[in-house]
């Protein structure tokens, strides 16, 4: 048996044969801005005024959390909280199942 090194075919090989074969990319002129162009507005708008908002630390009955929320003082309606009303409401779906996982886990036999 014997071993003999390949013949490297003819031509360009690796990178040079990419460039040799490749079509001369075109040249595009660069675009002028429109003569109507209007500033952008920022991305993200941070309002620091004072709101009307009082904050206050609750504890949920369902779930026993403390819950923070921001209230407006003329209305008594929540603003924000934390956490989230569906976050609590899921929280106590999950403590209701799990009781009711442990409760049907127990058989009670009657003689």
Request: glycine content about 2%; cysteine-free.
């Given at each position: 048996m014997?071993?003999?090194p390949l013949a490297a075919p003819p031509g360009p090989q690796g990178l040079d044969a990419l460039g040799a074969t490749a079509a001369p990319a075109e040249t595009q002129q660069?675009?002028?801005p429109p003569v109507s162009a209007k500033?952008?507005?920022?991305?993200?708008?941070?309002?620091?005024?004072?709101?009307?908002?009082k904050a206050r630390y609750i504890k949920d009955l369902d779930t026993?959390?403390?819950v923070f929320q921001v209230?407006?003082?003329?209305s008594g309606t929540v603003i924000d909280q934390l956490p989230?009303?569906?976050a609590l409401r899921n929280r106590?779906?999950?403590?209701?199942?799990?009781?009711?996982?442990?409760?049907a886990g127990s058989v009670s036999r009657v003689a």
């Open positions: 014997e071993i003999r660069p675009s002028k500033t952008l507005e920022p991305a993200v708008k941070l309002d620091i005024t004072t709101t009307n908002g026993s959390a403390i209230v407006d003082t003329t989230s009303e569906t106590a779906y999950d403590s209701a199942r799990e009781t009711q996982k442990q409760s």
